[in-house]
T-cell receptor, first 116, second 112 residues
Framework: DGGITQSPKYLFRKEGQNVTLSCEQN?????MYWYRQDPGQGLRLIYY???????QKGDIAEGYSVSREKKESFPLTVTSAQKNPTAFYLC???????????????FGEGSWLTVV | AQSVTQLDSQVPVFEEAPVELRCNYS??????LFWYVQYPNQGLQLLLK??????LVKGINGFEAEFNKSQTSFHLRKPSVHISDTAEYFC??????????FGKGTKLSVKP
């Protein structure tokens, strides 16, 4: 089935450690996104990529890093510089087509990161 | 700058009653508007979206929304809710780069 796969679903890490969340899509979408979700805060954009080997910072990029070496993969690293990393992380993707706006964004099932 | 405001953080309603979830947006340019639903511990699923044309948009699961440009609103409605509609609902506006700005969400709780 086509879709977006995030792993792991649940992840626990000690404070000060870097951690990488995986995101793979087989929808042949050009654009991929990472959002962070906190209770009562909605979703906030961390990074996005519209083409392989290129990505842009979103609204809350500090303390995070990404790579886009393959079209289908967009891993997110939560670094020790992220002051409050415990959250639900959602990966998403979309076509770009003729116009970027208006295209439906599809989401993965999310990954829970807890830092202790 | 664009922004989205969901006016109610929680909406309790009895089964088979109608419901309206309110969303207002601000934007200096033409907008594309979306409603997504999130069930517990899951990702988001698209309910419906407005791109252009008819201001009344029908989506999945019996939901519909009306785009009102003069009031900058995009309220979500369902005439009769079911227990299975219990979830969190997010309104979003599309930015020129293609990514979305989300509201803070409305938790719909349907009681028997």
């Amino acid at each position: 089935d086509g879709g977006i796969t995030q792993s792991p679903k649940y992840l626990f890490r000690k404070e000060g450690q870097n951690v990488t969340l995986s995101c793979e899509q087989n929808l042949n979408h050009d654009a991929m996104y990472w959002y962070r979700q906190d209770p009562g805060q909605g979703l906030r954009l961390i990074y996005y990529s519209q083409i392989v080997n290129d990505f842009q910072k979103g609204d809350i990029a500090e303390g995070y890093s990404v790579s886009r070496e393959k079209k289908e993969s967009f891993p997110l690293t939560v670094t020790s510089a992220q002051k409050n990393p415990t959250a639900f992380y959602l990966c998403a993707s979309s076509e770009l087509g003729q116009g970027k706006s208006g295209n439906t964004i599809y989401f993965g099932e999310g990954s829970w990161l807890t830092v202790v | 700058a664009q922004s989205v405001t969901q006016l109610d953080s929680q909406v309790p309603v009895f089964e088979e009653a109608p419901v309206e979830l309110r969303c207002n947006y601000s934007s200096s340019v033409s907008v594309y508007l979306f409603w997504y639903v999130q069930y517990p511990n899951q990702g988001l699923q698209l309910l419906l979206k407005y791109l252009s044309g008819s201001t009344l948009v029908k989506g999945i699961n019996g939901f519909e929304a009306e785009f009102n440009k003069s009031q900058t609103s995009f309220h979500l409605r369902k005439p009769s809710v079911h227990i299975s509609d219990t979830a969190e609902y997010f309104c979003a506006v599309s930015r020129s780069q293609g990514n979305l700005i989300f509201g803070k969400g409305t938790k719909l709780s349907v009681k028997p």
